[in-house]
């Protein structure tokens, strides 16, 4: 599909979820905001490494199968992303390295993570291994280095687990560098490998300034960011208000929210790492009056029982960014329940060339 042919079919997609639920009929759907870049937006990749040393693959799995697609020139991936895959390529092939084959259990090599910082023109590589293995991947960090200068960490990543998860919880650095480093308007941003960063940095952006626009904070306002990540919403939100509390179930993302605020010279920002259910429970013990809680949940949405206790705080607004138009209406339509009107949707194409669309929601509180 040609590029506004793409966001035509994306506002419909909005539509034809939101408009199922008769409680957000007057919520206003404004046209669908395009992303800055078409091509080459995408700033992370996580590729299964496949085949024989003499002839690796690296991709993704082809639909509904374990065959492991090719994806070299991928037209959505950075460019950096495309070099070091190639440069990997031959450094396998150079060095030798045991490509894991799930079926035997055998081999070292699984994945491939890779993230780029646009704004430093910097990359983070992850192998992510069977075993911990020095020789080999010492060779292999070697090459990468020389062959992609731009890769400024790279680290081992060791999963022994038989399942489909990506990521084990040990990571062991080969360089001195353990973070990339990134900026976004006028907010620096430290990514470490299990952190999660939205995937189109132009199209974040965006995303951000939109919650900062419908925030509309005046300064003596309390903030509530409900999967707050490392911190992306709440660091743009902490110079316009009194204080927010981040609440992240990740212990990662929340040491990378930490340090990101001691990055900025924010002051008025804690995070907490836990259960949001069970912490936004603790915040309402607090009995302090809560002006805004932003929700940016998961592909999956919010659990009832967080919808449920966030209205409980008695918010003025609510703001929720959401990567799925179906749980995103099916959430507006509780909170409808919950005495709060969906007012405006601004969606976003985070996606090009995919079926996927963002979307920003303000809700007010009735009455």
Not at 187 to 197: A, E, Q, V
């Amino acid at each position: 599909m040609k590029y506004p042919a793409q966001l035509a079919w994306k506002k419909q997609l909005v539509i034809k979820f939101i408009r199922r639920h008769k409680t957000l009929e007057k919520a206003v759907l404004h046209e669908v905001v395009p992303s800055p870049q078409q091509l080459h937006y995408r700033n992370s990749a996580k590729l299964v490494v496949a085949g024989k040393f003499a002839d690796p693959v690296i991709g993704i799995y082809r639909r509904n199968s374990h065959d492991v697609l090719d994806v070299t020139g991928c037209a959505v991936h950075h460019p950096l992303i495309d070099k070091v895959i190639e440069a990997v390529k031959v450094g396998i092939k150079k060095g030798k390295v045991p490509i894991y084959h799930p079926k035997s259990q055998m081999g070292l090599l699984r994945y491939l993570v890779i993230r780029v910082s646009e704004s430093a023109n910097k990359a983070m590589v992850i192998f992510v291994t069977a075993e911990r293995s020095y020789n080999e991947l010492h060779h292999l960090a070697k090459h990468l280095k020389n062959a992609v200068p731009e890769v400024s960490v790279i680290a081992q990543n060791i999963n022994s687990s038989q399942g489909n998860v990506i990521l084990g919880q040990k990571d062991h650095f080969v360089t001195r560098e353990q973070v990339l480093s990134a900026t976004m308007g006028d907010t620096k941003f430290l990514i470490s490998p299990r952190s999660f960063f939205q995937v189109n940095s132009g199209s974040a952006r965006i995303i951000y300034e939109k919650v900062r626009e419908w925030a509309a904070l005046t300064g003596p306002e309390r903030v509530l960011d409900l999967y707050c990540g490392i911190g992306g919403i709440s660091l743009f939100l902490a110079r316009q208000c009194k204080e927010v509390t981040g609440i992240e179930a990740v212990d990662a993302a929340v040491a990378d929210a930490e340090k990101n605020a001691q990055l900025n010279g924010i002051g008025n920002c804690r995070f907490i790492a836990g259960d949001v259910a069970k912490l936004i429970e603790e915040i309402r013990r607090e009995d302090k009056k809560v002006d805004l809680i932003v929700l940016n949940p998961p592909r999956k949405g919010c659990d009832e029982q967080v919808l449920k206790q966030a209205s409980a705080l008695g918010p003025a607004k609510i703001i929720y960014v959401s990567c799925s138009p179906d749980t995103l209406a099916r959430d507006l339509n509780l909170l409808a329940g919950l005495d709060y009107e969906t007012r405006e949707i601004q969606p976003v194409d985070m996606f090009p060339q995919t079926p996927h669309v963002e979307n920003v929601a303000l809700l007010t509180k009735k009455n």
